[in-house]
């Protein structure tokens, strides 16, 4: 039997399984399947894979369907830098303008409406189901190696890292994405192989740390990204992977918020494998 585990093919993911490639052999029962942060909500609310680093909103959606790894997230140090607003516009000027979201993810989306809705009281036009159109569009919302990329190639006038008004705003560093567990992977037959897993994601994190430029290179080898190695390697410099009880207090925030929103149907509390 596999543990099938959802892989994020962008930079930030690259801790958790960059060292997977070059151990494939140690670990054959480990299937990973490859997808946007979206892709992998819907994934694990079909139980179609077991377990992935998805958007941390997908747990509060269902919060009967899983749990969350209790040492894991992907979080920041203030800035995030790869979840970005990009506007031709200053940011309190976007009141009833055209913002072109993301396909790719699902906690960002929510995050930029409550920034907007409740810390600066703005009512945008969201743009979700065609393609991004400069001449009608005065922001987009990018995340992940696009966000990384446009900051590269400084198209818009402004842009605003979104974990970073969050911590102005709250005070505490924001959680965009969550270890989420189906249940369904408890089962006697998955559960040594999730244990397994886990485990080894987070030696995979803790090995990066220590040598951070051999890790890189191994996951470039894989998804090239055509950045400088500067830019790069100052990424991972704001990017912090610990689950911690701030970090902990700051999801179950936002889900409250999200609550009040609209966006999930309670403010649900976290809870962990």
């Not at 993911?13 to 070059?22: I, K, L, V």
């Not at 309190?92 to 907007?116: G, R």
Request: hydrophobic share 40%; glycine share 2%.
């Amino acid at each position: 039997m596999n543990l099938n585990i959802g892989r994020i093919p962008f930079l930030v993911c690259a801790p958790f399984f960059y060292n997977f490639f070059t151990k494939n052999e140690n670990f054959p029962n480990f299937l990973f399947i490859d997808g946007t942060p979206r892709a992998h909500n819907e994934a694990l609310n079909k139980n179609i894979i077991d377990l992935a680093p998805a958007s941390s909103i997908t747990f509060a959606k269902n919060p009967e369907l899983f749990l969350l790894s209790p040492k894991l997230c992907t979080s920041c140090r203030f800035e995030v830098q790869s979840v970005k607003l990009f506007s031709q516009r200053p940011l309190l000027e976007l009141n009833q303008k055209n913002i072109h979201l993301t396909n790719q993810s699902d906690t960002s989306i929510a995050l930029l409406d409550i920034l907007l809705s409740l810390r600066f009281h703005i009512t945008p036009t969201y743009i979700r189901n065609r393609a991004y159109d400069p001449k009608e569009d005065v922001a987009r919302l990018l995340i992940g190696d696009q966000a990384l990329l446009e900051t590269y190639e400084n198209h818009f006038s402004y842009s605003y890292d979104l974990a970073s008004l969050w911590e102005e705003w709250q005070h505490l560093p924001f959680v965009f994405g969550a270890w989420i567990i189906h249940k369904n992977a408890l089962v006697k037959e998955k559960k040594d192989l999730l244990d397994l897993f886990l485990t080894a994601t987070e030696e995979n994190v803790n090995s990066f740390r220590k040598s951070p430029k051999t890790a890189i290179e191994t996951w470039l080898k894989n998804y090239p990204v055509q950045l400088p190695a500067r830019t790069i390697f100052s990424y991972y410099d704001s990017l912090d992977y610990s689950f911690t009880s701030e970090r902990k207090e700051s999801l179950e925030l936002f889900f409250s918020l999200c609550h009040q929103r609209g966006i999930i149907p309670t403010a649900t509390k976290l809870k962990f494998i």
